[in-house]
């Protein structure tokens, strides 16, 4: 098995207590072990900074080595993390469980799917084909549009083809739609356009464009990277993957990080587009995810410590894990005592509990929030309503069926139907796309903070320390007005500036 060690940082304020925490790992990374062996080291020349070391050996051998480690070393199993966006899933909110079919192959019992939108065929969709095993288990197999918008499953089949999710990649609504037999045809309805302001930034007291809203506040965005797009401004600080850090591999490998950055600070110049909450804020990004697996703990408290230490007031990280991380906790933490505050989602099961990081009482948890009448009814986002009456509050707004809840929830943000970029690909120029999830809610409720700390002399007087830290989240429940929903839905309610 694959572990890591790391000498912890927070609560260590003089040189000498942060000197015998990397003492103390290199130590520990000293005893004799017949099989561990290191698999990577990511050793700052700062003698004082974290040091992480993947490691490979048995179980056993991790226990031992922690059992006789000194408190100032972390050793922890590296715990992966997923993105928590992008709630398209038929069975998103729900306990069904989904099995990825992929890469299985079938035996020539084809299903095809036609997506079209504004009178033609729509390139370069994904469309996730759902399917019923004769056990009753539920499959998924992932596809994408030709250039004349038509998708091809070969099915095995002993498999029940159920339904379509589509997702246009740009200016399109995704939809779901039943299997229709052999053939189906989707019509997806265009997204709203001639708007910069849109139902959730009028949600969080945004009524009118300011271009240099939350000028002065720097957002760091843990994700799957940053563009390419024109409307995406700001500092890439490249990848954190496998403990090592690579500044020129940040480039966004999915969609959902520039999706993230931005509904925070996207800035679309002389286009009329949905632009960010905040567009004047400091966008710095630094990508996690490899393109086909999740973050590790690892890359995810290195990447902590290097945007905090690069001057991150904020740090938006749309992931989780059902296991609590040491390692990323103390990350957390140590951010926090220098100024730093991280925002996490909550995550997108549709239930307790709220996922770690976000579970962790030094970040703030954020849930999702959807509004009636702001998606079409055919699309995904206008079918996110929850089941139970309680999970309705005022003005329209409810607990997205997908949102994860819990005691730990500290705000409730808007999370269905959020509309901001994605990267330039497949030859689609300044594309933007409607995306559902905790994931969306959380750069929401990010940039809203960033626009009120940004007006706030106080908050900007103090130094980076965890003074500062604390007097953000304190603004934040300041700020937050209730929607009606219960505290473990919306926690102190909804930000507005």
Known sequence: MKFVMSNRRAGKFREQEKMASRDALSAALALPSSTTHMLSDLAPPDDLARRSVVMEGTEGEMQALAATSTDDVIVEPLIMHERVGGARSLFAGTNVPVIDLSHTAGSGLFFEIEVRGGGRGLPFAGVTLFLRALGGDVARVEGMTDASGIAVFDVVPSMQPLAYIVSPYDGFWSRQVMVAGPKTT????????NRRIDWWHRAVGVNSFEADAGDGIAVGVIDTGFGPHPHLIGTDHGAFIDNQHDPVAGADVDIHGSHVAGSIGGRPGGQMVQAGVAPGVDLHSARVFPPDSGASNVDIANAIDHLSKAGADLINMSLGSPV????????????????????????????PPVKFPAALSETVAISAAGKIGTAPDTSTSGNQLPQEPWKFGLDGFFLARFSNFGPEIDAIAPGVGIIATVPERH???????????????????????????????AYLSLPRNIHRSNMARHILTQICVTIGLAPEFQGHGMPRD
């Open 427 to 457: 030859g689609f120029v300044a594309p933007y796309s409607a995306l559902d999830g905790t994931s969306m809610a959380t750069p929401v409720a990010c940039a809203t903070l960033a626009r009120v700390l940004a007006k706030d002399a």
């Open 324 to 351: 609590k991380s040491e390692l990323v906790e103390d990350a957390v933490q140590d951010a926090a005592e220098r100024g730093t505050l991280c925002l996490c989602a909550a995550a997108n099961d549709g239930g």
């Open 186 to 193: 989707v019509v997806c309805d265009k997204l709203p356009g």
